[in-house]
């Protein structure tokens, strides 16, 4: 929240953007009601406001305080219109613009709104908020607050399976986005099966039976609607050779498990994909809590095995973290080559016990439940 007031102090146009039922119309009210002046709200998927906004201009530039679209991709001719509101002199009215991302938002937000537009993005709920003592109940229903507060391990299930079949029958078609739900279906439980792992299009083009280009297709819809990520590699001078393709995951850990069929902890335990689940949980955690840049973020691989899971970069500041879905971690020749190889400030090994510890010089262990106490913000 707090980042947010500051956002729209700097800026005459701020994104709040994230995927569908994340919390984004929520977060945007609470903010609203705490707003010291004139407050108007316009929800784009209602057809009242849209009518309202037939003539943009003619609806907008009479208004002060604080301007919320919610939706703002259905409507992406609004952008012009704002980019002269936000040139007057003054700024008498600030606009806070809701959109669950897609091509043409970023595109022409970017394009049109240059100089005048600061993005928030709002993930699902963390450990921070929840606290660490339902890490578990966290890692296993996702963090889309409706998934996580469902009162039983079944409806939170079933209301993931409804939000996978919205998406893949509504949402996309609302963004643009023209592509069989079957087609997708079949693509995104593929991608799950390879969640935390190396991008390899050919590969993945092949078992599906489509070109290359195809599945990079699929796979930025998934990544542009906040439902994958990719982690770049990073690569320099190092003498041997480096993994140069990103590495995917899954945004959400709850709709993962519901993709790999899982809807128990035992069944999650009991899953060959559990470390890769573990690994794409943690990740988005200790992003989540140091505040880091999606294009501060990296990962880190030699084609002879060693790897870093996560290489966090901020100015001359490097810092390295491996996920460990173990109690008692220990340092390892490939941490070792890989503090060394980067130059890091420090390894951290994030792990799934209580307690908190030096491994070696320049290594240390982090509880994922103590991140709040024991892993220090970035400078």
Known sequence: MAQLRGLLEQFPVVGLIGARQVGKTTLAGALASGFAGEVARFDLESPRDLHRLDD???????LRGLVV??????????????????????????????????????????????GRIAYHELGGLDLEEVGPDRSQDLWLRGGFPLSYLARTEAASSGWREQF???????????????????????????????????????????AFGVSDKTVRGYLDTLCSTFMARRLEPWHENVAKRQVKSP????????ILHTLLGLRSLQDLLAHPKVGASWEGFAISEVVAHLGARSEECFFWKLHSGAELD????????????????TSSPRATPSMRSALAALNLDELVVIHAGAESYQLSHGIRAVALARLREDLPPLE
């Open 247 to 254: 590495k995917i995951f899954l945004a959400d850990s709850g």
């Open 164 to 206: 996978i079949r919205t998406y893949l029958e509504r949402d996309l078609s609302a963004l643009g986005i023209r592509l069989p739900a079957t087609t997708m279906r079949r693509f995104w439980t593929m991608l799950a099966h390879y969640h935390a792992e190396t991008w390899n299009g050919s590969e993945l083009a092949r």
């Open 310 to 325: 996560l290489l966090i970069r901020r100015g001359n500041l490097r810092r390295g973290f491996e996920m460990k879905l």
């Open 69 to 114: 679209l919610d939706e703002i991709q259905l409507r992406p001719e609004i952008f012009p219109v704002l980019r002269v509101l936000a040139d007057r002199g003054g700024t008498p009215a600030r606009f806070l613009v809701l959109g669950s991302a897609s091509p043409e938002l970023l595109r022409q937000s970017s394009e049109t709104l240059a």
């Open 56 to 62: 943009p201009l003619f609806a907008l530039e009479g």
